[in-house]
């Protein structure tokens, strides 16, 4: 069964450090989702992308971060200049076409000294 | 903004009895989906069930059911004949329509314990 894979499953950095979390996606997948959890809070929406351009974004979602799709395959996260309080789990989903379910990646646990 | 509405923090239930998560939420659409997600301590969002708002029937999904009321804005999960494999973090989704993105807002969650 496709799934959607994240890598690296955690990641540390030190403060002022950029960081690339990497997702592929399943392969026929349309759309594309980041999402954050801060350890013991609710999932939060990031950013979608579609047609190799952001959709849509969230507060959160601020000049730090960008997203791409480099090669058609995989979808990165960049955050240029690490906080503190960037520390979380960061979820990658794919997802076919609107109200399809969203597939999610195992995350990855982004621990920022 | 729609937001969900968890408001039972912790839950627990004995090993073969059914228990009931509850979720509100708020939209003006009249045409959305709602998810239940569920995260072990692995912390993998899986999907449990969804719910198409323009269908009157509530979905079920083996041992998971839900209970939709939808002028209630009100969409809860029942887990029968609870298995240990059942303790997790249960999450409450609302899929966003908006344009070109269909982002998910997701509850605080409640946590499940199962008592053997």
């Known amino acids: 069964e496709p799934e959607v894979t994240q890598t690296p499953s955690h990641q540390v950095t030190q403060m002022g450090q950029e960081v690339i979390l990497r997702c592929v996606p399943i392969s026929n997948h349309l759309y594309f989702y980041w999402y954050r959890q801060i350890l013991g809070q609710k999932v939060e929406f990031l950013v979608s992308?579609?047609?190799?351009?952001?959709?849509?974004k969230s507060e959160i979602f601020d000049d730090q971060f960008s997203v791409e799709r480099p090669d058609g395959s995989n979808f990165t996260l960049k955050i240029r200049s690490t906080k503190l309080e960037d520390s979380a789990m960061y979820f990658c989903?794919?997802?076919?076409?609107?109200?399809?379910?969203?597939?999610f990646g195992p995350g990855t646990r982004l621990t920022v000294l | 903004a729609q937001t969900v509405t968890q408001s039972q923090p912790e839950m627990s239930v004995q090993e073969a009895e059914t228990v009931t998560l509850s979720c509100t939420y708020d939209t003006s659409e009249s045409d959305y989906y709602l998810f239940w997600y569920k995260q072990p301590p692995s912390r993998q969002m899986i999907l449990v069930i969804r719910?198409?708002?323009?269908?009157?029937q509530n979905a079920t999904e083996n041992r998971f059911s839900v209970n939709f009321q939808k002028a209630a804005k009100s969409f809860s999960l029942k887990i029968s004949d609870s298995q240990l494999g059942d303790a997790a973090m249960y999450f409450c989704a609302y899929e966003d329509s908006g344009a070109g993105s269909y982002q998910l807002t997701f509850g605080k969650g409640t946590k499940l314990s199962v008592i053997p």
């Open positions: 719910q198409e708002a323009y269908k009157q």
């Open positions: 992308f579609y047609n190799n351009e952001i959709s849509e």
């Open positions: 989903a794919s997802q076919y076409g609107n109200y399809n379910e969203q597939f």
